[in-house]
Every structure is written in structure tokens, then in C-alpha cells.
């Protein structure tokens, strides 16, 4: 799978004072306050309409079903009729429907009405990762996703806690939360701004489109990292924000307790996704991912342990943290993935992964139950996410091919830039890497070649960059370049502190095209970088 990043851009506008941030963050709260407001009062359901526990898990799993089914095609929709006509319909569908929970004379009606909603939130969190990536690029585009990540931690953090004192005067009032959508439609609609294709953009046809989209999801480390998406969704949803609250309060008394329980989780994944920033600068996010199945194992053990319903608070946080690693990170990873005019389509894949996995959590939970009481919700979730980070590991991690033996090493001597002047008719481009730091500079093969680059000093065939300063931070096979005889691309060989173009992530096994002025990055803050010219 190919992938382009261009260089970032100049002169890039404060993203603190984009009104459009602040539309796609709205549309992003609107996304997630279905579960997270309505979670604490699950067990209360329970007397209200006179069913089991396993009959309650259907308020969760017909609210998220729809978004995982649906999402794909309005992901597709979008690309094809423009992001405002799906938007904002799915907005109107949300407020309605949701709203309309709270006069619903009986329980088949609220699961009717619960599955429109979820209709409704089908697209929104899709559409906010695409209208991200439409808008920012480079270093842009992390802070964007980080931005919305903390956002998303603290109103999570408000919402259980808003939902269980209103849950505490009526079940009903929670749902009544939903007409929040309608205002965020008036600033779709007057407000918001987007990128438009230039008239004379070709519009592909259906067929090609979704052959673009599938090619781009089709590939053992995008396709390991959707599973590593979906586990978390799918123990999110499952053990924590549908049967931690069963857990702590199996009598349905103490909706506040359940929405300060999920609070502090909320609050964990806000302090934690604050702190991104630092963390990415000495880890890379495929260790991020790593580490949070490891958290999430921990977590997940300690919860039938624990005696006292305020004890679950420590798990609580725990998890919020292997949240916080998780999603940033790999929504981050995935956003560079997609062609510019397949990015909703994409988008959307990812975010129907999500909501399947949603919807998967509570159902397996329900299972559990009926095998062998509550405690197994979380012993078998603990299990399978150790499970998963094995599965992870195997699935990220490329297989090398051998390098083509044409290539000059790291040998040259110190040199400077040459002049950017334009090439004559009789003077062809020479690729090249150059050292920001030191003004090495290395010459690319101009016949299709593919090499190495790392700090193997064995062979010839590789880039050897163990005399450059802070080499510690590169891996033995640390990436490749190729040449196929028009365009030359940069994989990560799943290297220790990760490869980037343009301070961007790259996902390990992944082509991405290289341009002239690309940065590359080995490792972290730039402590090895190079910028790719033809000179």
C-alpha cells in the first residue's frame, strides 16, 4: 500500500484559534455522549422496565450495532456527496431519536429508539477523524488528534457523572442530553469550513473508489492495527462501561457512585492524553499500543478482588491510561494511511471497527455471564487482551525483504547542499539524502534498488548511519527505501523509536511515497534526520 505525506506546510494558522477545531471537537462530544451518558443508569433499567441484567446489555449493543454497520457506507456517502450532507441529517437523526427515549412507554420501544440514535452517531466520529486530516498535516495533525483526544478524556470524564445525577432524579433525563445536537447543526451549517476539491478534480467512478479504500485497509499491519482499535473498543464497552457498574452496584441504588467510578476512568485518559505529547518524544506509538494491552491485562485482573465498590476506582484509572496510550496513537497512525479523496471511506472502516467492537464487548460480556457469573466478564477480558497483544506484535511486524545490492554506503565525505537550481535538459536529477545535521550526503540508486537503512555494518547493500550522532536511537534494520523506477518510498522495519516523515508516525510495513523537501526521521525529536532532494 502506497501513502503520501508532503511536506508540512508554511505559515500554519494557530490551531488554538480555528473555529473548525471547536465544530469537529462538538461533533466528536455528540458522538460519544450516547454510551458515556447513559451507562451509570444501566442497572436502575433493570427495575424500570422489569428485565434481567442480560436483557440491559441490548440498551448498549442496539446503540452501537447501527454505527458499525452503517458506518461504512455513510463513510462512503461522504466522500461521494460532500461531509455537510451526511453530517448534518446524522445530527438531526441523533437529537431526535435519543430525545424521544425519555417518553418511551416500554422497553422495546427504547431499544427501537436506541438503534435509531445509534444511526444517527453512525458517521460523526468518523467524520471528525476525516475533517481532522482534511484540515491539519505534519505536526499539525498530531496536536489536532491530541487536542480531541484530551477533550474527549474530560468531557467522558463530566458526562457519567452528569448522567448519574440526572439518572438519580429520572431515567429518562439522561436521554433528554441528546438535543444538545441541534445547536451543533446551526454551526455546521453557518460556521464550519472545509477544504473543497477544485473543479476540475476527477471523479472517479464507485467501483474504483471502494478498490482505493479496500486496498488501503488490505494490509497485515493496517489490518493489525484495526484489531488492536477494535480490542480496546470491545473491552471498553464491554467489561468497563457495561458491567463495571453491574458490578459495583448490582441492585441499580447508586447511579452517582457508577458515574464517578467512570469519571475517574474518564479523568485518567484526560491526564494521561495530556501528557502525550512527552511521551511520544521517547517511545514510539506502536509501543504505546503495546504497553496498553499490558495495562489493560493488569486492570482487568485486580477488579473481581476487589470487596469494596470504591476499590474499582484504581482499575478504573488504570485502564483510563491504557486508553489514553491506545487511541491517540493509533488514530494518529491510521489518519496518514488514507488517499486524500479516499479519507471518509477509510475513516469510516476504522470507526465501524470501533463500533463493532463496541457492540461485541457487552454481547461477550453476556456470554461470560451465563458461563459462569460476572468475575468471568473480567477474568476472560484479561486473558484476551494478553492474547491480543501477542497478536498485535505479529501482525505489526513486517517481513524484510533482502536488499538489492545497489547503493552507496554513509562513507561520503562532509559536503554541503548544492545550489536547488533547476536541472537542464542535460543534467537529470540525483536523489539524495541529506544529513540536516552534518550535510552528509548519500546518493540513491537510480535503477529500482532497495536497501536498508540502520546500523548494520556487514554489507555494503546498506545505508550504515552508526558514525552519525545519536545513533544510539537507530535500529540495526531500522527502515527501507525502494526504487521502483518512477517514485522512491520509506518503510519502518518495526524499529524500537519508530520512523517518521515529517515528524508523522509511519506504520511499520507500509510504503509512503517520498517527494522532494520530505524530512525523515529516525527515531525521536529528530535526533537523526534526513531531507530527501533531487538535486
Known amino acids: 500500500?502506497?501513502?503520501?505525506?508532503?511536506?508540512?506546510?508554511?505559515?500554519?494558522?494557530?490551531?488554538?484559534?480555528?473555529?473548525?477545531?471547536?465544530?469537529?471537537?462538538?461533533?466528536?462530544?455528540?458522538?460519544?455522549?450516547?454510551?458515556?451518558?447513559?451507562?451509570?443508569?444501566?442497572?436502575?433499567?433493570?427495575?424500570?422496565?422489569?428485565v434481567s441484567t442480560r436483557d440491559i446489555e441490548l440498551v448498549m449493543t442496539l446503540f452501537?450495532?447501527?454505527?458499525?454497520?452503517?458506518?461504512?457506507?455513510?463513510?462512503?456517502?461522504?466522500?461521494?456527496?460532500?461531509?455537510?450532507?451526511?453530517?448534518?441529517?446524522?445530527?438531526?437523526?441523533?437529537?431526535?431519536?435519543?430525545?424521544?427515549?425519555?417518553?418511551?412507554?416500554?422497553?422495546?420501544?427504547?431499544?427501537?429508539?436506541?438503534?435509531?440514535?445509534?444511526?444517527?452517531?453512525?458517521?460523526?466520529?468518523?467524520?471528525?477523524?476525516t475533517m481532522i486530516a482534511m484540515l491539519y498535516q505534519g505536526r499539525m495533525l498530531g496536536t489536532a488528534m491530541s487536542i480531541n483526544a484530551t477533550v474527549i478524556g474530560i468531557s467522558s470524564a463530566i458526562y457519567p457523572l452528569v448522567g448519574g445525577a440526572l439518572g438519580s432524579l429520572n431515567w429518562s433525563y439522561p436521554f433528554l442530553l441528546s438535543v444538545l445536537a441541534f445547536p451543533l447543526v446551526m454551526l455546521v451549517i453557518m460556521?464550519?469550513?472545509?477544504?473543497?476539491?477544485?473543479?476540475?478534480?476527477?471523479?472517479?467512478?464507485?467501483?474504483?473508489?471502494?478498490?482505493?479504500?479496500?486496498?488501503?485497509?488490505?494490509?497485515?499491519?493496517?489490518?493489525?492495527?484495526?484489531?488492536?482499535?477494535?480490542?480496546?473498543f470491545m473491552i471498553q464497552f464491554g467489561a468497563f462501561i457495561t458491567y463495571v457498574p453491574i458490578f459495583?452496584?448490582?441492585?441499580?441504588?447508586?447511579?452517582?457512585?457508577?458515574?464517578?467510578?467512570?469519571?475517574?476512568?474518564?479523568?485518567?485518559?484526560?491526564?494521561?492524553?495530556?501528557?502525550?505529547?512527552?511521551?511520544?518524544?521517547?517511545?514510539?506509538?506502536?509501543?504505546?499500543?503495546?504497553?496498553?494491552?499490558?495495562?489493560?491485562?493488569?486492570?482487568?485482573?485486580?477488579?473481581?478482588?476487589?470487596?469494596?465498590?470504591?476499590?474499582?476506582?484504581?482499575?478504573?484509572?488504570?485502564?483510563?491510561?491504557?486508553?489514553?496510550?491506545?487511541?491517540?496513537?493509533?488514530?494518529?497512525?491510521?489518519?496518514?494511511?488514507?488517499?486524500?479523496?479516499?479519507?471518509?471511506?477509510?475513516?469510516?472502516?476504522?470507526?465501524?471497527?470501533?463500533?463493532?467492537?463496541?457492540?461485541?464487548?457487552?454481547?461477550?460480556?453476556?456470554?461470560?455471564?451465563a458461563l459462569g457469573g460476572i468475575k468471568l466478564v473480567f477474568f476472560s477480558a484479561a486473558i484476551y487482551s494478553v492474547i491480543a497483544f501477542f497478536i498485535f506484535n505479529i501482525l505489526i511486524t513486517p517481513k524484510q525483504i533482502q536488499p538489492v545490492p545497489i547503493v552507496s554506503e554513509l562513507q561520503a565525505q562532509k559536503t554541503f547542499v548544492p545550489p536547488t537550481d533547476l536541472p537542464t535538459n542535460i543534467q537529470a536529477p540525483v536523489p539524495q539524502l541529506i544529513h540536516t545535521l552534518t550535510n552528509k550526503v548519500v546518493d540513491l540508486p537510480e535503477v529500482p534498488s532497495l536497501i536498508n537503512i540502520g546500523k548494520d555494518s556487514s554489507s555494503t547493500q546498506?545505508?550504515?548511519?552508526?558514525?552519525l550522532p545519536h545513533s544510539e536511537v537507530v535500529s540495526r534494520n531500522h527502515a527501507q527505501i525502494k526504487f521502483d523506477g518512477e517514485n522512491y518510498y520509506i518503510q519502518d522495519l518495526g524499529s524500537s523509536n519508530g520512523t517518521y516523515i515529517n515528524k508523522y508516525p509511519l506504520l511499520p510495513g507500509i510504503w509512503y511515497k517520498l517527494g522532494p523537501g520530505v524530512k525523515l526521521g529516525l527515531g525521536k525529536r529528530d535526533m537523526i534526520a534526513f531531507t530527501f532532494q533531487l538535486n
Open 191 to 232: 460556521v464550519l469550513k472545509l477544504p473543497t476539491k477544485p473543479p476540475t478534480a476527477k471523479k472517479e467512478s464507485l467501483k474504483v473508489y471502494l478498490k482505493g479504500t479496500w486496498n488501503s485497509v488490505n494490509n497485515r499491519s493496517v489490518m493489525g492495527l484495526l484489531f488492536a482499535v477494535g480490542t480496546i
Open 64 to 129: 452501537v450495532l447501527p454505527i458499525g454497520l452503517a458506518t461504512p457506507v455513510l463513510g462512503v456517502l461522504a466522500d461521494r456527496i460532500g461531509i455537510r450532507k451526511v453530517l448534518i441529517p446524522a445530527l438531526i437523526l441523533f437529537a431526535v431519536a435519543g430525545a424521544s427515549i425519555a417518553f418511551a412507554g416500554s422497553f422495546t420501544n427504547v431499544l427501537g429508539l436506541r438503534f435509531l440514535q445509534g444511526l444517527g452517531a453512525a458517521p460523526l466520529d468518523a467524520l471528525s477523524l
Open 462 to 467: 546498506n545505508i550504515n548511519v552508526s558514525d
Open 248 to 369: 459495583a452496584d448490582p441492585d441499580g441504588d447508586s447511579q452517582f457512585m457508577n458515574g464517578v467510578i467512570l469519571c475517574v476512568m474518564s479523568l485518567a485518559v484526560a491526564i494521561s492524553a495530556a501528557q502525550l505529547g512527552w511521551l511520544i518524544q521517547r517511545f514510539s506509538e506502536i509501543t504505546l499500543i503495546k504497553t496498553s494491552f499490558i495495562i489493560s491485562a493488569v486492570a482487568l485482573i485486580m477488579i473481581p478482588f476487589m470487596t469494596n465498590p470504591w476499590m474499582l476506582l484504581i482499575p478504573s484509572a488504570l485502564f483510563g491510561v491504557a486508553l489514553a496510550f491506545a487511541l491517540p496513537s493509533s488514530q494518529a497512525l491510521l489518519a496518514g494511511l488514507s488517499a486524500q479523496d479516499s479519507r471518509a471511506g477509510f475513516m469510516a472502516v476504522n470507526a465501524s471497527v470501533q463500533s463493532l467492537g463496541q457492540a461485541l464487548g457487552p454481547i461477550l460480556g453476556g456470554v461470560a455471564i
Open 1 to 50: 500500500m502506497n501513502a503520501s505525506i508532503q511536506a508540512e506546510q508554511k505559515n500554519t494558522p494557530n490551531i488554538a484559534q480555528d473555529k473548525n477545531l471547536y465544530i469537529i471537537i462538538g461533533v466528536t462530544l455528540i458522538s460519544i455522549m450516547g454510551g458515556q451518558t447513559v451507562a451509570p443508569i444501566l442497572p436502575s433499567l433493570t427495575s424500570v422496565f422489569d
